[in-house]
Nanobody, 116 residues
Framework: QVQLVESGGGLVQPGGSLRLSCTASGRFFSIYVMGWYRQAPGKQRELVATITSGGSTNYADSVKGRFTISRDGAKNTVYLQMNSLKPEAKAVYYC??????????WGQGTQVTVST
């Protein structure tokens, strides 16, 4: 089992920045890719960014150049640095981990609101 705990969401003005964190516990050594997804009201959950255990990253076209996913292996934590935030970024952001098995785990989500 893997447990994921997200933090860092909140309210920010358009053009502002936020950094989300996701810390894994449990059988975190079995994880081979982690990612951030988001779900806006009335919409389907969508990919934001992923990072593999080897450090390879992938981004949705809508966030390329503004968001950066990174990881700290020593802390079992993945980050999502979000810059130049737009109002359409408002959503619940979820951390996801895929591990050998295969198994998929989700965090509880953290709310991001971009508004004046």
């Amino acid at each position: 089992q893997v447990q994921l705990v997200e933090s860092g969401g909140g309210l920010v003005q358009p053009g502002g920045s936020l950094r989300l964190s996701c810390t894994a516990s449990g059988r975190f050594f079995s994880i081979y890719v982690m990612g951030w997804y988001r779900q806006a009201p009335g919409k389907q959950r969508e990919l934001v960014a992923t990072i593999t255990s080897g450090g390879s990253t992938n981004y949705a076209d809508s966030v390329k150049g503004r968001f950066t996913i990174s990881r700290d292996g020593a802390k079992n934590t993945v980050y999502l640095q979000m810059n130049s935030l737009k109002p359409e970024a408002k959503a619940v952001y979820y951390c996801k981990a895929d591990s050998v098995g295969p198994s998929t785990y989700w965090g509880q989500g953290t709310q991001v609101t971009v508004s004046t």
